[in-house]
């Protein structure tokens, strides 16, 4: 690697350290690339080259702590106890993470999940990637016999995911909403949605 490649990978990280303080200082709606600019002693242009605009600065200074999250909660799933406690407990570690900073949060969901996959993918690829670990999971729980065999695990591990993101929108909007209340909604929409609403026989 080139002594110009380490200056940019050194500018890089110095913008992003810098747009992380920022961002939590002010807000994210309330923080401008100028204002970023000057925390971190390099010119608006500068930051431009390396990102886009701000929510791809914003994207890429939080990921790697969703991502720290995630590992946390993922060391610590209660593998023994079931699919339906596995995905409670990633999902309320995730829940108390976000509640940190709910509104920074809230505003990067808002800015990235509706977006082309192009425009975000660092979310996109951190995203994917969940999926994949939770699609492996159903497949595991299919060989314990505590899954149907004919269950789609990719669409499952999908369907399982607008769960989540339903009333992870909840818990950014409403800040009356506890985690503990918002994981035990959570918690009940699933299980609702592994045993089914139909009676046996019923829709066919």
Same mark, same amino acid.
């Given at each position: 690697m080139s002594r110009r490649d380490d200056s940019k990978i050194e500018t890089r990280e110095l913008i992003l350290v810098a747009a992380q303080s920022m961002f939590w200082e002010k807000g994210a709606d309330r923080c401008t690339i100028r204002d970023i600019a000057v925390e971190a002693g390099v010119s608006p242009a500068t930051i431009i080259v390396h990102f886009k605009n701000k929510t791809a600065l914003l994207?890429? $200074? %939080?990921? /790697?702590d969703i991502e720290k999250a995630f590992s946390k909660a993922q060391a610590t799933m209660p593998v023994e106890d079931g699919l339906h406690a596995v995905l +409670?407990?990633?999902v309320s570690s995730?829940? $108390?993470f976000y509640d940190r900073n709910r509104e920074l949060y809230r505003i990067l969901i808002r800015d990235t999940f509706y977006e082309p996959d192009h425009e975000n993918p660092t979310m996109m690829k951190m995203l994917e990637e969940k999926l994949q670990l939770i699609a492996i999971m159903i497949e595991q729980e299919k060989s314990k016999g505590? +899954?149907?065999n004919d269950a789609e695990s990719s669409l499952a591990a999908s369907s399982f995911f607008f769960l989540y993101i339903g009333v %992870?929108? #909840?818990?950014?909007? #409403?800040? /009356?909403l506890s985690v503990t209340a918002a994981t035990g909604r959570f918690s009940v929409i699933l299980d609702q949605h592994l045993t089914g609403i139909l009676t046996l026989g019923a829709g066919s």
């Open positions: 994207e890429a $200074s %939080l990921h /790697e +409670v407990h990633m995730m829940f $108390s505590t +899954v149907r %992870l929108g #909840d818990l950014l909007r #409403d800040p /009356e």
